[in-house]
């Protein structure tokens, strides 16, 4: 079956790494691994996130614009289903509903988010648009708890609710021999003592709330000073400069820049904990990632976070903003090893059971044969 793709938050290959993009990634990924013919349907991005009426409109206009050329380029070979990822407020989709009721296909969402506090505030017209996209869904598919009880009072029910968990492909494992190589070999490059526990931060740097969690992080840190570590950090963005001053001049810290594929995978291999306070996080890709690759973790407490990281089993959790348990979660971890290594082999088994792409393409096998969309043979 043919997939129009769309995702107006952020296209599939915008330059710029974020979980936002990944999460995109591996939705697309696993439809074309069920067989269907899957296309990228529009790089039209409808994001504005400064509250700004005018920009919006003309967003809307342009996004109504794309719709409409979109319908007459595709009028003799439309899609059998239009597939859109992560719409909000700030991201509504202008493309999908129309097209998809115009060619009387099916229109599946994947992570609606719904705010009725927005209602009446600076983005209430992508909130209308984003209200009435979710209402026409036939199928919405939810990875994040935290948003499933606002879409079901919008869609007054649970017809077309689905839900699931984030996912990716799960990598194959380094032997612990090529691990411990490529550890000596990263220490020598970047001066770092083998000796001591290794921990690491993935996380874009933009202002908001991950500029606030990597605030918290530099006050766990100052809090549990006297330990011996390291931490490495992987990211870059716009507020590198006001981020990297939180954490001074500590010669413990590396900051890499922005990572991604290999690099990121070397970093979660050799890595003995991942730790990020995830202020207001809906999930957070990287936590995911991290613990694919057999890290415990240390993160803060909410809904989406929760949904991947087991209090007690394969990481802990602390309240949102507290630093001081923060740091003495860290600690504790920092001070068990073999705490810290069953974590990490709980949490690869974890990802492996609920978070891995085959376990996602058999949900989203079900719900595209209740609409009709069969696999192919």
Not at 2 to 14: L, V
Not at 47 to 71: C, F, M, N, P, V
Not at 345 to 350: G, T
Request: charged share 20%; glycine share 8%; net charge positive.
């Amino acid at each position: 079956m043919r997939i129009a793709f769309y995702a107006p938050m952020k296209p599939t290959d915008d330059p710029v790494p974020s979980g936002d993009r990944r999460m995109a990634r591996a939705f697309f990924e696993a439809l074309e691994g069920l067989g269907h013919e899957v296309t990228l349907a529009s790089r039209f991005r409808s994001y504005e996130g400064h509250g700004d009426l005018k920009t919006q409109i003309r967003l809307r206009d342009e996004g109504q614009s794309s719709a409409d050329a979109w319908l007459d380029n595709h009028a003799a070979t439309p899609p059998d289903l239009w597939f859109t990822y992560h719409l909000y407020h700030k991201a509504p989709d202008w493309l999908g509903p129309a097209i998809s009721r115009r060619f009387g296909i099916p229109y599946v969402v994947a992570e609606a988010s719904h705010a009725p506090k927005q209602a009446l505030g600076p983005w209430k017209l992508g909130y209308q648009a984003a209200a009435a996209a979710i209402r026409q869904a036939n199928a919405i598919i939810s990875i994040n708890p935290k948003d499933e009880p606002c879409l079901r009072a919008l869609r007054a029910g649970t017809a077309g609710m689905h839900s699931i968990a984030p996912f990716l492909s799960v990598p194959d494992r380094p032997t612990e021999a090529d691990r411990a190589a490529t550890r000596k070999a990263f220490a020598a490059e970047h001066g770092l003592d083998n000796d001591v526990p290794w921990m690491l931060t993935v996380a874009m740097m933009r202002e908001g709330d991950k500029s606030d969690s990597y605030a918290r992080l530099a006050d766990a840190l100052r809090i549990m000073a006297i330990r011996p570590w390291h931490l490495l950090i992987a990211g870059d963005g716009e507020a590198r400069n006001r981020i990297q001053a939180h954490f001074g001049n500590d010669t413990r810290i590396r900051f890499l820049g922005r990572c991604g594929g290999l690099a990121l995978s070397r970093l979660y291999s050799i890595s003995d904990l991942f730790v990020w306070p995830a202020i207001r996080e809906g999930f957070g890709m990287a936590l995911l990632e991290a613990q694919a690759g057999g890290l415990a973790a240390v993160a803060g407490h909410t809904p989406g976070v929760a949904s991947i990281v087991e209090h007690g089993s394969t990481g802990i959790l602390t309240p949102p903003g507290d630093a001081d348990a923060f740091a003495t979660a860290v600690d504790g971890l920092l001070k068990a090893p073999a705490r810290r290594l069953a974590y990490g082999a709980a949490a690869r088994i974890k990802v492996e059971k609920f978070h891995s792409t085959a376990s996602a393409q058999r949900r989203l096998n079900t719900i595209l044969q209740n609409l009709g969309i069969h696999r192919a043979a």
